[in-house]
């Protein structure tokens, strides 16, 4: 009894022993998928699938990681439009103004809400010239009016209240005053325009077309 060998001493001497026939395994592999049932395949299909697409998807956020990358590799976000394309703006006389009155129109495009806006219109002043008043397509009690004579100018100004915002979209500013008889030329009338919005300040300024005046 005492020559006998260890059953563990045994079991260790087996397993060191074994070399597994990996072809043979494979083959075993193969041979109980081809009997399988369809939903066990089908099963098989769905996990393969699932792989598969998760590679795609993968895939696709690699590259999508590189086109938002910079030049120097670090990931960026997207591009930021500029202040140009956030506000754009255009001048011109009204083709209802005639001989004894005209109206100045500054029309403001914004791509994104304004907190802080104010729109300044430069008439040089003749004489018999007086301001009849102004208006605007945006609601009147979120604007100070103020008209001034300044250098030679007839200055009219809006500016929007604390707490009130400019909405994206298209508006207009008109500025209305008498003259004396006859049509009056806007050559050196000017207009400015400037605000701030979640993505920074915007400015805007430009003369009047008087084609349709």
Known sequence: MGDRPDARELLHAAA?????????????????????????????LRVTAAAVGFAVTLALATLAVGWAGSDDGRPTGPARPSAAERLASSGAVDPDSHAYWSQSNVTVATREPLTSFAVEVRVVAEAGMRPTGGWRTLPGDDFDLSVANEDGDLVFRWKLRPGAEV?????????QYDHDLGAR???????????????????ASGGFDTSAG
Not at 23 to 39: F, N, Q, S, Y
Not at 167 to 175: K, R, S
């Open 16 to 44: 060191a022993a074994h070399r597994p026939d990996r072809a043979r395994m494979l083959a075993r592999v193969e041979h109980g998928t081809a009997r399988a049932g369809p939903r066990r395949r089908a099963a098989r």
């Open 185 to 203: 030329g806007a050559g050196l009338d000017r207009y400015r325009v400037t605000g701030s919005g979640p993505s920074g300040p915007v400015a």
């Open 167 to 175: 909405p994206p979209g298209e508006h207009v500013f008109a500025a």
